[in-house]
């Protein structure tokens, strides 16, 4: 290592550069390069762990002789944890869980490991960030101390080695990755370098012992810690854990699943006992619903497999003396949104060039599909024209630029839900009526083009 040179190297993607850039080439982060050493080809993470090298020539296997062998799945005790990794925890798998702090990324691992203990014998649970009595306070908060949940207060990788070697652990965490960091390292801990080579070693320890590594990655824009992005590439599965703080929803999403769907969404909610799945998202994203109220619509979008019932609101309002009218989208795409308007004003002559224009979704989702289109326009006119779309009212489709409504698909499905919760009207696009069978007690409402769906649902 001692003739190591300097590199400059992104905090945010990992772009390295032989001099310092004021703007990053790759991601177009801005004040993102810092000095660090190039590491040798074979850094000493690399060495530790002994990657060996076979003699003789590599022969290659015919595709047809590789045997897929099934792989093992171990449910992690949280259902919807489990959705999202696509049916349990794969032995040797490595998953980064990313997120904000503060939003439960310890607690949730804290929980998953408590019940993978149970089932898979000795589990190991690795923080360098919280000592043994806070994280033993808050797994008696949890209700997680079964006696398979060892818990190692560490940041030197080389002793964090030595411990998985020693103690074979089932499944491991590392609380978070960017605390890592290996002596012989001349990079600073949480520098890309370190966060990389880290990474890569647990990767390697994952894969030989056949053991689940959950590496807890902090998204930070400062350019001080090393964001998930460098490590995306070298896992096997990358999950988001998101939400409002405010608000005790809490979404997991997969990014990236080398053993699973990545559409799949986990649900849960933040409570005093930790964290508990959500089993009827769509009763909870509905619950504070004003009644009867303008602006306000109903959609039954779909997250991945699964239909969920959201709350879009619009509030319209004239803009103040001759400036530009406002458009504030939350949670629904902006560029849908922008067309949806431009649809509105051409083609059903609302006057919405006037109008300031804000868009949300409630509970912190996120809608981005087409089908939730006729939602945002019906929402919309709902607010201009003040008049409620009713209570018992849920839009579905896609609204195309010559105002017609486009078909969706998992129709079906989307209107049980809605039946479900007790809906008992559905606009639907008209191309989608043929062969629909509809759940009871909900009654479809056909639209071929969106000024029909307005003279159905807002007309004044
Ligand atoms: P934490 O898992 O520490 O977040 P992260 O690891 O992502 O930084 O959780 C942080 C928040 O969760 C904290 O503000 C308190 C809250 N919380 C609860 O509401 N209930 C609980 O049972 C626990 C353990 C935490
Ligand atoms: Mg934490």
């Known amino acids: 290592m001692g003739r190591s040179k300097a590199v400059f190297v992104c905090q945010e993607c990992g772009h390295e550069s032989p001099k310092w850039l004021g703007r990053c080439p790759a ?148 609380d978070s990755i ?92 933040m409570t005093e006992a930790g964290l508990s799945e959500v089993e009827n998202p769509s009763r909870l994203f509905l619950a504070e619903r004003p009644p009867n109220a303008a602006g306000s619509v109903v959609i039954p979008a779909m997250e991945g497999t699964r239909p969920v019932l959201v709350e879009v609101q619009a509030l319209v309002g004239s803009t103040n003396f001759m400036g530009t009218p406002r458009r504030l989208v939350t949670g629904a795409d902006y560029n849908r949104v922008a067309i949806v308007l431009a649809v509105l004003e051409k083609r059903a002559g609302l006057a919405l060039g006037s109008q300031d224009v804000y868009v949300n979704v409630v509970g912190g989702v996120r809608v981005q599909e087409p089908a939730a289109d006729l939602g945002l326009a019906l929402a919309v006119a709902s607010s201009l024209r003040n008049v409620p779309v009713g209570q018992d009212t849920v839009a579905v489709g896609e609204v195309g630029l010559a105002g017609e409504v486009r078909s969706v698909a998992r129709l079906e499905y989307r209107l049980s839900e809605a039946a479900k919760l007790g809906f008992t009207r559905a606009v639907i696009p008209a191309t989608n009526r043929e062969g629909l069978r509809l759940p009871k007690g909900l009654a479809a409402v056909p639209v071929r083009r969106v000024e029909e769906a307005l003279e159905e649902c807002v007309a004044r």
């Open 27 to 174: 991601c177009s982060a801005w004040n993102a390069f810092v000095e660090e050493r190039a590491s040798s080809a074979a850094g000493p993470a690399a060495r530790t762990l002994g990657t060996q090298k076979r003699n003789g020539e590599a022969r290659p296997l015919r595709l047809l002789d590789a045997r897929a062998a099934p792989e093992e799945r171990t449910p992690t005790g949280l259902r919807e944890f489990d959705r999202v990794l696509g049916g349990g925890i794969v032995a040797g798998a490595v998953v980064l869980v990313g997120g904000d702090p503060g939003i439960g990324k310890s607690t949730l691992l804290l929980q998953v490991m408590n019940s993978l203990g149970a089932t898979l014998g000795p589990v190991l649970y690795i923080s360098g960030e919280e000592s043994a009595q806070q994280v033993r306070l808050r797994a008696e908060r949890l209700g997680a101390v079964g006696g398979d949940l060892f818990f190692l207060a560490e940041t030197d990788l080389s002793v964090i080695e030595a411990a998985l070697a020693g103690n074979r652990p089932r499944a491991v965490v590392v």
């Open 178 to 269: 960017q605390t890592v960091f290996h002596p012989d390292l001349p990079a600073a801990p949480g520098s890309v370098t370190q966060v990389r080579e880290c990474a890569a070693a647990l990767l390697r320890w994952g894969k030989a012992a056949s053991v689940p590594v959950f590496l807890v990655g902090h998204v930070t824009k400062s350019g001080e810690l090393a964001g998930p992005r460098v490590l995306e590439h070298i896992v096997d599965t990358v999950l988001y854990f998101e939400g409002e703080r405010q608000t005790s929803f809490r979404l997991l999403r997969a990014v990236k699943n080398r053993f699973g769907p990545t559409h799949e969404v986990g649900i849960f909610e």
